[in-house]
Nanobody, 118 residues
């Protein structure tokens, strides 16, 4: 059973940086796409970024392009989200998710809170 555990959230000032980690276990992820999503209070969960484990191809939401970078460390089975130039509107609970290529995301972590103060 695939398990995902996020870490690295916290409180940061506008313009600051954070790096989120998602430790993945319980599967062989070469055929997976790994994603980061976020949910702000009173809003629906939204896509942030994803990466194909095998090809390392990436995709980003327009709101985070040029500021966030998603990456994978094979040796640690961990997905990272480097977040720079943070803005108050980035405040949300960030979730890691996994999907077999061509299928929907059906594995989710518990989430980690990111708060950006103005």
């Amino acid at each position: 059973q695939v398990q995902l555990e996020e870490s690295g959230g916290g409180l940061v000032q506008t313009g600051g940086s954070l790096r989120l980690s998602c430790a993945a276990s319980g599967g062989t992820f070469i055929n997976y796409v790994m994603g980061w999503f976020r949910q702000a209070p009173g809003k629906e969960r939204e896509f942030v970024a994803n990466i194909r484990w095998s090809s390392r191809s990436t995709a980003y939401a327009e709101a985070v392009k040029g500021r966030f970078t998603i990456s994978v460390d094979n040796s640690k089975n961990t997905v990272f989200l480097q977040m720079n130039s943070l803005k108050p509107e980035d405040t949300a609970v960030y979730y890691c998710a996994a999907a077999v290529l061509g299928q929907s995301y059906n594995n989710w972590g518990q989430g980690t809170q990111v708060t950006v103060s103005s």
